[in-house]
């Protein structure tokens, strides 16, 4: 059992830091994003120790293009090793796994790595691994649009339909609860364009810690600050506490 008495159902993970890591140990950056990797497992154990449903990943942004072309190479590379490698230790845990994103942009081998990684892990019916591959928020909101003017433009759906509920279903998770807790790691306290509509009420927890050095201890001291947090969703502090109390020991 756990110590905590609220957990996120969902935990967002904005996982910065690997070129500095590196960079401080007088290492070529590849070496923070090959460090990252263990930091990824230990994330993966311990959402599923505590029961977390769902654990997103942002892996690489639409804008991390923009890299130097070895390193986005590098980091191609990296995700199709760890596509490889890592889905028996998944299915062995009970993880499924989902790549979220514009996947067309990928080549075609990786497109079907991705797939087959995805149906391996299908069956499985534990945590829910989400990992955000040339994600970005602002596509994802984009092609929710597009979609719904796909079908105002076929005739399926009238502009007056359009509400949050419908924009929220057409968005890349619209099957699973929204975040309730992003972390970032690295020092930056920004967003860098990660998931944006369905944030918008997580609790955001920024630490100075590099993503390689993100270990277990470092993951609990966040799960203990979202403990403390009171989730008010725009309602009053005495409006929660008279609902408990009203409620018994619910
Ligand atoms: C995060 O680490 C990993 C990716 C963006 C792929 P960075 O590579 O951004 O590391 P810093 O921010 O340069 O230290
Ligand atoms: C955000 O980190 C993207 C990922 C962690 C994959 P960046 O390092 O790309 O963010 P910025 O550019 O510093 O905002
Ligand atoms: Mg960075």
Known sequence: MTEFSQLP???????????????????????????????????????????????TLFAFSSENWKRPEKEVGMLMDLFMTALRGEVKRLVRNDVRLRIIGEREAFSGKMQRKIAEA?????????????????????????????????RVEAGELRAADIDETRIASALAFADLPDPDLMIRTGGERRISN????????????????????FDQP??????????????????TGEQLMGERLGSGDR
């Open 9 to 55: 159902r969902h935990l967002a993970i904005i996982m910065d830091g690997n070129g500095r890591w590196a960079r401080q140990r007088g290492l070529p950056r590849s070496a923070g994003h090959k460090a990252g990797v263990a930091s990824v497992r230990t994330a993966v154990e311990q959402c599923a120790l505590h029961g977390i449903e769902v654990l």
């Open 118 to 150: 995805e149906t391996a892990t299908a069956g499985c019916t534990g945590l829910i691994l989400q990992i955000a591959a040339n994600y970005g928020g602002r596509w994802d909101i984009t092609q929710a649009v597009g979609q719904l003017a796909r």
């Open 218 to 235: 470092a993951f609990m001291e966040a799960l203990r600050w979202f403990d403390g947090r009171q989730r008010r969703f725009g309602r």
């Open 194 to 213: 990660f998931i944006l509509w369905q944030t918008a009420y997580a609790e955001l927890y920024f630490t100075d810690r590099l993503w390689p050095d």
